[in-house]
């Protein structure tokens, strides 16, 4: 499937980094980091978005956009409803971002993003009425900070952005466009918003100055292997802070180079609520994903009581995977330092 002269590993390691780094990256540098010709480049590129489904996006950040409600639920049903129904249920919902069917201790796995605590609690409200045939069993936690990974958006996210928010009508147009792909020319964005390509580039520029738009980066329809999904409480005692965490962070920077296209953990996030914080965890077999997610933490926490539920991910029904490889020892998020 590839070109004889790829070297698959290192190449569509280098490719993906510098693409979630900065997906914008011309196709001039990207050919130069990788070390392949221009056209060689953009077969690897091609490939990557055929079978991979990488999809060129943003991180972009939900505070500075008024999304003060942030929640990641784990649902177990005692009934479980058919893929076709969740995927009609939540093709229309505004505030759920992401939905996976999951394999495990959970059925489902949901990331919500509201603009206030009174339209999350309807939208939680509404859901539970319209999966209660179900006997769901919902388990919210808030989602406070992102250490490592992001979860990607829904282009619906922009009609949700609060009115004092200082972005307008373009500047929400050309957020719904690089979301959707945050690879198109500047002449592009201006055709379609019918504005000439300076303003557009100084628009965009706008939006990456004021912080709006963390990056340009990239998200996948297919893991390429098993990705799990765990949450973990534990209790806090003198050590945490000064053994666990940074043990936890060498963990996963360390991970960053165990595989060829992606750090075994793409995602981790401080929770409160139900559970203390939220990984994902890549493997090619799903022992190999539990265990360098799932039970490296359980054993690192098993001195403070720790309590985990872990599921497979099988199938995404709204959404896409945040799944890179980013530099993580330069983009760790670390509060206590």
């Known amino acids: 499937m590839y070109p004889e002269e790829m070297n698959v590993a290192k190449s569509d390691k280098i490719l993906l980094r510098a693409l979630s780094s900065n997906s914008r990256t011309s196709l001039a540098e990207l050919s130069r980091q990788v070390g392949m010709s221009p056209a060689t480049t953009n077969k690897l590129l091609k490939h990557m978005v055929s079978h991979l489904g990488v999809k060129f996006t943003l991180e972009v950040d939900l505070d500075k956009l008024g999304f003060s409600e942030r929640h990641i639920l784990s649902v177990r049903f005692g009934k479980k409803p058919d893929e076709l129904f969740l995927s009609e249920l939540f093709a229309g919902d505004p505030f759920t971002q992401d939905a996976f069917i999951t394999n495990g201790g959970f059925d489902l796995l949901l990331f919500v993003a509201a603009d206030t605590p009174m339209n999350y609690m ?16 919902f388990r919210p936690s808030e989602y406070i900070f992102d250490m490592l990974g992001f979860m990607p958006l829904n282009d619906s996210f922009v009609d949700f952005i609060k009115e004092g928010i200082k972005a307008d009508a373009t500047d929400r147009a ?27 580039r100084y628009r965009v520029f706008k939006l990456q100055r004021s912080g709006i738009i963390r990056r340009f980066t990239v998200a996948v329809q297919n893991s390429g292997g098993v990705l799990s999904s765990y949450f ?9 802070m000064s053994d666990i965490f940074p043990k936890q962070r060498r963990h996963n920077v360390g991970e960053d180079d165990a595989l060829p296209l992606v750090n075994r953990t793409p995602m981790l996030v401080l929770l409160s609520g139900s559970y203390r914080f939220f990984g994902l965890s890549f493997g090619y077999t799903r022992k190999q994903s539990i265990d360098s997610g799932v039970k490296w933490h359980a054993n690192l926490l098993k001195g403070n009581n720790p309590h985990e539920a872990h599921a497979v991910i099988t199938k995404s029904v709204k959404g896409l995977l945040p799944l890179r490889n980013l530099d993580a020892e330069r983009n760790y998020r670390y509060i206590w330092r």
């Open 122 to 137: 309807k939208w939680e409200t509404d859901i539970a009425v319209k999966l209660s045939k179900y006997l769901p069993e």
């Open 174 to 200: 050309l957020l719904r466009i690089l979301n959707g792909n945050s690879r198109a020319s500047y002449r592009e964005m201006g055709n379609e918003l019918g504005v000439n390509e300076d303003t557009v």
């Open 232 to 240: 973990m409480r534990y209790r806090f005692d003198e050590r945490t």
